[in-house]
């Protein structure tokens, strides 16, 4: 069964350095979603993504963050200059279709850890 | 965007049937009912939607009420490896993100 996929699975970083976490969306999909997951809290939208463009994003993706898919197959979520705050975990999913109301789900990667330091 | 309401947490014995309740009373006509569920230490997975009628999968059912105010997820043997939070998500036509409560932890004794 195809499925998301996301390296790496764990990464730590200093206070104010890059980082750029990756995804592999299921092969055949065209909307491309981040999530977030702070430990202990809910799930948080970050970002939608197709046809090369964000389609909706919330207050949280601010200018520190940014999305990419640099190539036809990966699916990237950069942060400039990570703050303690970003440490958390960060799903990718993709769906096959917008999910504007119905005929849609989303399948998620299994997650990057991030720890800021 | 509507909100849903769920309880925090249920309990139920493995290889009984589950009921997992959600109110939506501020539905609009164009939302759909998703659920999700997040098992321990892994990504949310999609289980169900639907609009209006009753639902039907592999994973589980879905009964939404009459007036789509409330529905319940329905586990219909429910074994260890269903324990999960469970998240009942509104998506409107106009949105392309799920907007996500607290969920129900649900816990299965064996």
């Known amino acids: 069964e195809p499925e998301v996929t996301q390296t790496p699975s764990h990464q730590v970083t200093q206070m104010g350095q890059e980082v750029i976490l990756r995804c592999v969306p299921i092969?055949?999909?065209?909307?491309f979603y981040w999530y977030r997951q702070i430990l202990g809290q809910k799930v948080e939208f970050l970002v939608s993504?197709?046809?090369?463009?964000?389609?909706?994003k919330s207050e949280i993706f601010d200018d520190q963050f940014s999305v990419e898919r640099p190539d036809g197959s990966n699916f990237t979520l950069k942060i400039r200059s990570t703050k303690l705050e970003d440490s958390a975990m960060y799903f990718c999913?993709?769906?096959?279709?917008?999910?504007?109301?119905?005929?849609?789900?989303?399948?998620f990667g299994p997650g990057t850890r991030l720890t800021v330091l | 965007d509507a909100k849903t309401t769920q309880p925090n947490s249920m309990e139920s014995n493995e290889e009984e049937p589950v009921h997992l309740p959600c109110n939506h009373s501020t539905i609009s006509g164009t939302d759909y009912i998703h659920w999700y569920r997040q098992l321990p230490s892994q990504g949310p997975e999609y289980v169900i939607h639907?609009?209006?009628?009753?639902v039907n999968n592999r994973m589980a059912s879905l009964a939404i009420a009459e007036d789509r105010k409330s529905s319940t997820l329905i586990l219909h043997r429910a074994t260890l490896r269903d324990a999960a939070v469970y998240y009942c998500?509104?998506?409107?036509?106009?949105?392309?993100?799920?907007?996500w409560g607290a969920g129900t932890k649900l816990i299965i004794k064996p």
């Open positions: 993504f197709y046809n090369n463009e964000i389609s909706e």
């Open positions: 998500i509104l998506m409107g036509d106009s949105n392309y993100q799920l907007i």
């Open positions: 999913a993709s769906s096959e279709r917008g999910l504007a109301g119905g005929y849609n789900e989303q399948f």
């Open positions: 092969s055949n999909h065209l909307y």
């Open positions: 639907g609009l209006t009628s009753n």
